[in-house]
């Protein structure tokens, strides 16, 4: 089992940043391709970034490349997600997981609970 607590997220005016992080516990971090998703209000939960395991190898949405950044620092057990340039439209849920490298859910085990950007126009 792997537990995951998303943090950082908050109310921020559109062009400000964020960085979320994730925080895990239990299994080895470093096992696991960890990954960010989003969801917006009545919207359906939609891929934003990966990075491998090693960090090695990472991947992200079209919608995001350029402005955000994933990251990880295995020997704190912690994920990151720079978001630099945000819109309104990048207003969400924001959710951490940790399973098989890719970039659809039915790839992850495990889930955090979640932490809400808000983007201001």
């Known amino acids: 089992q792997v537990q995951l607590v998303e943090s950082g997220g908050g109310l921020v005016q559109a062009g400000g940043s964020l960085r979320l992080s994730c925080a895990a516990s239990g299994r080895p971090f470093s096992n696991y391709a960890m990954a960010w998703f989003r969801q917006a209000s009545g919207k359906e939960r939609d891929f934003v970034a990966v990075?491998?395991?090693?960090?090695?190898?990472?991947d992200y949405a079209a919608s995001v490349k350029g402005r955000f950044t994933i990251s990880r620092d295995n020997a704190k057990n912690t994920g990151y997600l720079q978001m630099n340039s945000l819109g309104p439209e990048d207003t969400a849920v924001y959710y951490c997981?940790?399973?098989?490298?890719?970039?659809?859910?039915?790839?992850?085990?495990?889930w955090g609970q979640g932490t809400q950007v808000s983007v201001s126009s």
């Open positions: 997981a940790a399973g098989r490298y890719g970039t659809v859910k039915s790839r992850y085990d495990y």
């Open positions: 990075i491998s395991g090693t960090g090695a190898t990472t």
